[in-house]
DNA sequence: ACCCAGGCCATCT
DNA sequence: AGATGGCCTGGG
């Protein structure tokens, strides 16, 4: 069985919340509430009553194996709660930012899609990013087949429970899908050479994706288009390393305004990116 | 209603 | 410090 249903009852876990918190760009809520994206090949879909439940396909992969990816892409297995408790009292900003953005995690996200859209991400907006990501993944991404995962939550669910997004029917295209493409009709700006560039350097093993290691700010500078604050974005969201802190216009703002200037990262050693989230997404919400 | 300037999860030269 | 590009927003 290449299927798995999942509920998940955690305080600590919001779709909304992670979903509008930037570090995914293909997770999409949809009309009736449920949430679909793409983790690699495999194909999740969620729904919400009192708790989530979690629905999850992918062929030729156990349910085992799927329950295990989902763990590890969700971090099910840590304590949000023990983090957020570890907020030191005094900070009655970050103590707030935490409490309304309690549902946020930091994803496990595929580490080739991460330093992609990462790379499109800088000194752009949102909607554009997302734009531009669908269009990569619907020139060069792989035919998803979803016709089990409908079925699965059918059975389960009903007949017409089961809705998908027309942007998720391909995946994120790997280095070999993009080779010798030229990525110049994609609304990505100057960002594509960055893009083309990176393909080739993987593709001739010039730059080994597999082998970074934490930490690797280091190691992904050297790739052209990617300076200090995507190469946090990167550490934070594709290799998990909760210490990386990325300082965007937003969090270099809350800075000045709570701050004094400088939001000092050394008092959460290991959890800092957690707690960035926390306050990129608390000062955005105001703006709404 | 329309337009335009400014900013956007920055980085390169 | 100047350039880069499209999307969105706010002011006029």
Redesign the pocket.
């Known amino acids: 069985m290449s299927a798995i249903k999942m509920e998940i009852c955690n305080e600590y876990f919001d779709s909304k919340a992670i979903s509008d918190?930037?570090?995914c760009f293909r997770w999409y809520i949809q009309e009736d509430g449920s949430v679909a994206f793409l983790y690699g090949r495999c194909a999740v879909f969620v729904v919400q009553k009192d708790f989530y439940t979690v629905y999850a396909y992918e062929k030729g992969v156990s349910a085992k194996k799927i329950e295990e990816k989902l763990v590890r892409y969700f971090d099910l297995d840590r304590d949000y709660g023990e983090i957020i408790s570890s907020i030191r009292p005094d900070d009655k900003v970050l103590l707030k930012a935490a409490d309304e953005g309690r549902g946020l995690r930091i994803l496990n996200q595929d580490l080739w899609e991460i330093i992609v859209s990462?790379?499109i991400?800088?000194?752009?907006?949102?909607?554009?990013i997302k734009?531009s990501i669908y269009k990569l993944c619907e020139k060069y991404g792989e035919e998803v087949d979803i016709k089990g995962l409908k079925s699965f939550v059918e059975k389960d669910l009903g007949k017409g429970s089961f809705s998908w997004p027309l942007e998720l029917n391909k995946t994120f295209p790997t280095p070999q899908m993009l080779e010798g493409k030229i990525l110049d009709d994609l609304?990505?700006?100057?960002?594509?050479?960055?893009i083309e560039e990176l393909v080739c350097s993987v593709l001739s093993g010039e730059v080994k994706i597999d082998e970074f290691k934490i930490p690797a700010e280091d190691e992904l500078?050297k790739?052209?288009?990617?300076?200090?604050?995507?190469?946090?974005?990167i550490e934070l969201f594709g290799l998990h390393d909760l210490g990386a802190f990325?300082r965007?216009?937003?969090v270099k703002?809350i800075e000045e305004k709570y701050y004094n200037g400088r939001f000092e990262e050394n008092f959460y050693k290991g959890t800092a990116g957690i707690m960035q989230?926390y306050l990129?997404c608390y000062e955005?919400s105001l703006?709404k």
């Open positions: 918190s930037g570090q990462f790379i991400s800088q000194n752009n907006n949102i909607p554009r734009k609304g990505l700006g100057y960002r594509d050479k960055y500078m790739i052209k288009g990617i300076g200090k604050k995507v190469a946090a974005c990325p965007d216009t937003w703002k989230q990129f955005r703006k």
